[in-house]
């Protein structure tokens, strides 16, 4: 039987109950400033009494929108959030931003994440990937192993209504492009808005689009 919003709600609190129970001060949240991330960390806080209690993670490319950093520092003042910035320092100095998008894309994001986690000792990462966002996705699992740590996903059973049905209905901040004709948020160089009656990630470069498979063999999200 499909579960009702309130029900996919609590399951989702149940899956990050779960995971910071398992690995306490060893794990993460992947945070974009992208709507579905964006309610990882509402029901967080709503699990928490409040409070974001484990570091949250934005892997920085330097290129996102001025609107994403204005909001992930509004955000990080307002929650009180333990913010950890990753970036490919020694990437950004050798690569033409979204001129291999492949390339770019893993050197930028997969590498960040993986010297972040790494660097930080953390043993899982909580990702807000959704069955129905992206065809390369649709055969996750709550919980995910990879070659060293595990990804935690609790929004997979959320659906776009029900990623906004959540904002409405808990008053959540959200990133100010949604409201100027974009549906998915990456960088700047390779998201636009999405295109009238085409999918939710029909505003991103769609070569990256369909390379999203190899990329996430790499770790990509």
């Known amino acids: 039987m499909e579960m009702g919003f309130e029900e996919k709600v609590e399951k989702s609190k149940d899956v990050i109950r779960e995971a910071v129970e398992r690995f306490k001060d060893k794990i993460a949240i992947a945070w974009t400033g992208g709507k579905d991330s964006t ?14 209690p484990i570091p949250v993670l934005f892997v920085d490319t330097t290129v996102k929108f001025k609107e994403t950093y ?17 970036r490919n320092e020694d990437a950004l100095k050798k690569i033409e931003i979204a001129k291999d998008r492949e390339r ?9 994440l993986n010297m ?9 990462i909580i ?14 699992k709550y919980f ?3 070659k060293n740590h595990i990804r935690v996903h609790p929004i997979l059973h959320f659906t776009e209504k029900d990623i906004w049905d959540y904002i409405k209905s808990r008053n959540l901040p959200y990133h100010p492009l949604y409201d100027k ?7 700047e160089p390779c998201t636009k808005p999405s295109v009238e009656g085409g999918s939710e990630r029909s505003g991103r470069a769609q070569d990256k689009e369909e390379i999203m498979r190899r990329l996430r063999d ?3 999200f």
């Open 116 to 124: 972040a986690i790494k660097n930080n000792g953390w043993k899982a």
């Open 39 to 52: 309610v990882v960390l509402g029901l967080t806080r709503e699990l928490f009494n409040g409070r974001v």
């Open 70 to 86: 204005d909001f992930i520092n509004k955000l990080k003042r307002e929650w009180n959030l333990n913010l950890v910035i990753a």
């Open 104 to 112: 770019c894309c893993h050197l930028l994001k997969t590498e960040a």
């Open 144 to 146: 995910s192993p990879r």
């Open 218 to 220: 790499f770790g990509y």
């Open 181 to 187: 004709g974009y549906r998915s948020i990456g960088c």
């Open 127 to 140: 990702a807000a990937i959704r069955w129905d966002e992206q065809e390369a996705r649709a055969n996750e």
